[in-house]
């Protein structure tokens, strides 16, 4: 996928003059809020995991946030195990350092969650389809333009007091 694939698909949610690309990379987290010009905890981070043998789940949570695996499992039903580089590509069309909840595959093979660690924030950071780039959402936004399935409490390492 690209970035105008990715602003395409958002212009359907009037949101495409939002993406932003970068000379620099952006495919870590504290690489894009560099980039951006924030903090790293405001980055929207989309990690991929394998979700049955021709699936994945998709799960955006906010850049100072790590997965809680006891609370991935309950929720979930499964034990989470990141997909390779090759599988995430393959799987949501875009490569890792890219990888975004925006124009995926509609082939129902591509599941959506958002963590709560993202609802602190005003405006969050996901990746726009490539390694440089990033669309500026609120998570009102990101949870319509993601067309998440939901939210997940699956993450640990963030404090929800801590509202910007």
């Given at each position: 996928?690209?970035?105008?694939?990715?602003?395409?698909?958002?212009?359907?949610?009037?949101?495409?003059?939002?993406?932003?690309?970068?000379?620099?990379?952006?495919?870590?987290?504290?690489?894009?809020?560099?980039?951006?010009?924030?903090?790293?905890?405001?980055?929207?981070?989309?990690?991929?995991?394998?979700?049955?043998?021709?699936?994945?789940?998709?799960?955006?949570?906010?850049?100072?946030?790590?997965?809680?695996?006891?609370?991935?499992r309950h929720a979930f039903g499964f034990k989470a195990r990141m997909l390779s580089a090759e599988e995430a590509l393959?799987?949501?069309?875009?490569?890792?350092?890219?990888?975004?909840?925006?124009?995926?595959?509609?082939?129902?093979?591509?599941?959506?969650?958002?963590?709560?660690?993202?609802?602190?924030?005003?405006?969050?950071?996901?990746?726009?389809?490539?390694?440089?780039?990033?669309?500026?959402?609120?998570?009102?936004?990101?949870?319509?333009?993601?067309?998440?399935?939901?939210?997940?409490?699956?993450?640990?390492?963030?404090?929800?007091?801590?509202?910007?």
């Open positions: 996928m690209s970035v105008e694939a990715v602003r395409q698909y958002l212009e359907a949610y009037s949101l495409g003059d939002r993406v932003r690309e970068f000379a620099l990379s952006s495919a870590t987290v504290e690489l894009a809020a560099k980039a951006v010009g924030v903090e790293p905890k405001r980055i929207a981070k989309t990690l991929s995991f394998q979700d049955g043998p021709e699936g994945c789940l998709l799960l955006v949570a906010a850049g100072d946030a790590k997965v809680d695996n006891a609370k991935f393959r799987l949501t069309g875009h490569a890792v350092g890219g990888v975004c909840p925006f124009a995926l595959p509609d082939n129902g093979a591509v599941r959506v969650y958002l963590d709560l660690s993202l609802r602190r924030f005003s405006r969050v950071y996901p990746a726009a389809g490539s390694a440089n780039s990033a669309v500026d959402l609120t998570p009102e936004e990101l949870q319509a333009a993601s067309r998440a399935a939901g939210w997940v409490d699956v993450c640990k390492g963030w404090q929800e007091e801590d509202q910007a």
